[in-house]
C-alpha cells in the first residue's frame, strides 16, 4: 500500500524532531521532510493519507530478547529464584508442549508487541517452523535465534534451520545461538564455533545471569562465562549475550573487543532478583546495548515502555548517580542497537530506502504534555496507552485499540487458555 502521513512530529536520525510528513510506498519509506506543498502530491496515488494531527512517528521498538511462546507460562511459575523457577516449573511445562501449541502462543505474543509499539522481535524458543508461521501469518517481523542446549536440538539442526530460515520469508531471518553455557556440553559449544567458522556469522545466547550460573562456571572450567565460550571461538564473528549482569573487566572487555551486544533485560532481572547490570560501564566503555523483555514467563509482560524506564532507573539507582544512562541513550538502544544487533540494518531509522516499520505516539495524552522534551517523555512517562499505531513491513497490524493480522484476538485468548487447560 501507499500511505501518507502528514502533519506529523517525526523523530529524525540524530533524535531530533522534525515537523512534516512521511510516506510509504510499498514496504518502504520513500520521503520523510517538511510538508509539501499540494501541487507536488496531486499525481500521487494514496491507499491511504493519514493526518497524524501533531502526533509523533518514531521508528518500532525491537525487542531484542524474548521467548514469545511463553506466554503460556504468564503468571504461572512466578515468586521463585532463577535456576529453580527453570529446573521445577518451567522445563517440565515447556516439555509437555507440542509444535502447533507454539504458533498459538506466539499470535498471543505478537499481539502484546504490537500494542506496545515493538515492530520486530529476537526470538529464542523451540519449533521455528511454528513461530516462523505465526509471524507471517501475522505480518509481524522475527529474528529467530537457536535455543539449543543438551536436552533439545542440535548443531545438525541448527545449521539446517541457519539455512532454511534465511531463505523463508522477507519478514522471518535467523541467527546461531544456544541457550547457555551451564546447559550446552563443550562438544556442543564447539560444534556451534564450526557452524560461526562456516557462515561467518554472529552467536548469541544467555550469558552471565545469575551469581550462581557464574559461580558454578568458574568451578567446572575455571572461568567466566564469557571468557570460556570465547576461548572456544564462539564470539569471532560477533553475536552478544543476552542479560550480562554479573560481569567482570575481563568479560567487559571481550565484548568491546569483540564488538559484542550486551542485550539488557531490566523487568526479568528485577522480578528474579538476578542483579542490575553495569549499563553505565557498559555505555562508558562503548559496547553496544540492546533491550529485551524476556519471556513472558518471568517477566510477565512484553512492553517496552517498562524497560526503557528500568534500564535507566535501575542504573542510576546502581551507580547512585541521578545522570546515569539519559533518555537518548535508552531510546537509542531501543530502537536502533536493537536493530543493530538483530541484523535489521534496514530497520534503525525513519528515512528515505528504510523499512517502514514505525509507529505513531498519541501525544494528546496527559503523560505526553507539556512537550518539553518528546525524547524524555517518552522514555519517563511514556506507556502503552500512547500507541496510536503501529506499521510492519508497511502494513498496519495495529490502530486505535484494533489488530489487523488476519485473527481476531478473542480467538487467540481462547487457543491460549485451551492450551494451557491441557497441561496444568
Known amino acids: 500500500m501507499n500511505i501518507r502521513f502528514y502533519d506529523a512530529k517525526i523523530l529524525t536520525k540524530d533524535f531530533q524532531i522534525l515537523k512534516g510528513e512521511l510516506h510509504v510506498k510499498g514496504n518502504r519509506i520513500s520521503y520523510v521532510g517538511p510538508r509539501k506543498p499540494e501541487d507536488d502530491l496531486q499525481w500521487e496515488q494514496w491507499d491511504r493519507e493519514i493526518n497524524a494531527g501533531g502526533n509523533l512517528l518514531i521508528p518500532g521498538f525491537k525487542n531484542a530478547h524474548t521467548h514469545s511462546a511463553m506466554t503460556f507460562l504468564r503468571s504461572f511459575a512466578d515468586d521463585l529464584p532463577l535456576l529453580e523457577w527453570l529446573n521445577k516449573q518451567v522445563f517440565p511445562m515447556e516439555a509437555k508442549l507440542v509444535p502447533e501449541d507454539i504458533y498459538h502462543l506466539s499470535k498471543l505474543a505478537i499481539l502484546e508487541y504490537l500494542s506496545s509499539g515493538i515492530t520486530s522481535n529476537f526470538d529464542m524458543y523451540f519449533h521455528p517452523s511454528e513461530i516462523a508461521r505465526a509471524s507471517v501469518d501475522c505480518g509481524f517481523r522475527t529474528v529467530m535465534v537457536s535455543p539449543m542446549n543438551d536436552f533439545s536440538s542440535s548443531p545438525e539442526e541448527m545449521e539446517d534451520n541457519y539455512v532454511k530460515f534465511n531463505h523463508y520469508h522477507p519478514l522471518i531471518s535467523y541467527c546461531l545461538g544456544f541457550h547457555g553455557e551451564y546447559t550446552t556440553s563443550r562438544g556442543r559449544l564447539e560444534a556451534v564455533a564450526k557452524l560461526a567458522e562456516k557462515f561467518m556469522a554472529p552467536v548469541y545466547t544467555h550469558n552471565s545471569e545469575s551469581e550462581s550460573e557464574v559461580e558454578q562456571c568458574l568451578k567446572r572450567n575455571g572461568t567466566t562465562p564469557t571468557v570460556y565460550l570465547d576461548k572456544l571461538g564462539l564470539f569471532q564473528y560477533g553475536g552478544g549475550g543476552y542479560h550480562c549482569i554479573h560481569m567482570s573487566e575481563e568479560d567487559l572487555?571481550?565484548?568491546?573487543?569483540?564488538?559484542?551486544?550486551?542485550?539488557?533485560?531490566?523487568?526479568?532481572?528485577?522480578?528474579?532478583?538476578?542483579?542490575?547490570?553495569?549499563?553505565?560501564?557498559?555505555?562508558?566503555?562503548?559496547?553496544?546495548?540492546?533491550?529485551?523483555?524476556?519471556?513472558?514467563?518471568?517477566?510477565?509482560?512484553?512492553?517496552?515502555?517498562?524497560?526503557?524506564?528500568?534500564?535507566?532507573?535501575?542504573?542510576?539507582?546502581?551507580?547512585?548517580?541521578?545522570?546515569?544512562?539519559?533518555?537518548?541513550?535508552?531510546?537509542?538502544?531501543?530502537?536502533?542497537?536493537?536493530?543493530?544487533?538483530?541484523?535489521?540494518?534496514?530497520?534503525?531509522?525513519?528515512?528515505?530506502?528504510?523499512?517502514?516499520?514505525?509507529?505513531?505516539?498519541?501525544?494528546?495524552?496527559?503523560?505526553?504534555?507539556?512537550?518539553?522534551?518528546?525524547?524524555?517523555?517518552?522514555?519517563?512517562?511514556?506507556?502503552?496507552e500512547n500507541v496510536k499505531l503501529t506499521m510492519v513491513d508497511g502494513k498496519i497490524l495495529y490502530e486505535n485499540g484494533e489488530f489487523y493480522i488476519g485473527t481476531e484476538p478473542a480467538e487467540i485468548y481462547a487457543k491460549a487458555n485451551e492450551i494451557i487447560g491441557k497441561y496444568r
Open 253 to 384: 572487555h571481550i565484548f568491546k573487543e569483540r564488538g559484542l551486544f550486551a542485550v539488557t533485560n531490566p523487568g526479568s532481572n528485577a522480578k528474579l532478583a538476578s542483579g542490575i547490570a553495569p549499563i553505565a560501564k557498559m555505555l562508558e566503555m562503548g559496547i553496544p546495548v540492546a533491550i529485551g523483555t524476556d519471556g513472558p514467563a518471568s517477566n510477565n509482560c512484553l512492553d517496552m515502555f517498562r524497560e526503557m524506564f528500568l534500564v535507566t532507573g535501575l542504573a542510576k539507582l546502581r551507580e547512585k548517580d541521578a545522570s546515569a544512562v539519559a533518555a537518548d541513550e535508552v531510546l537509542k538502544m531501543a530502537v536502533t542497537e536493537g536493530a543493530r544487533a538483530m541484523g535489521l540494518d534496514q530497520c534503525t531509522y525513519l528515512g528515505e530506502g528504510m523499512l517502514a516499520d514505525l509507529v505513531m505516539i498519541d501525544l494528546q495524552r496527559p503523560n505526553m504534555q507539556p512537550e518539553n522534551n518528546l525524547v524524555k517523555n517518552l522514555i519517563y512517562s511514556g506507556s502503552k
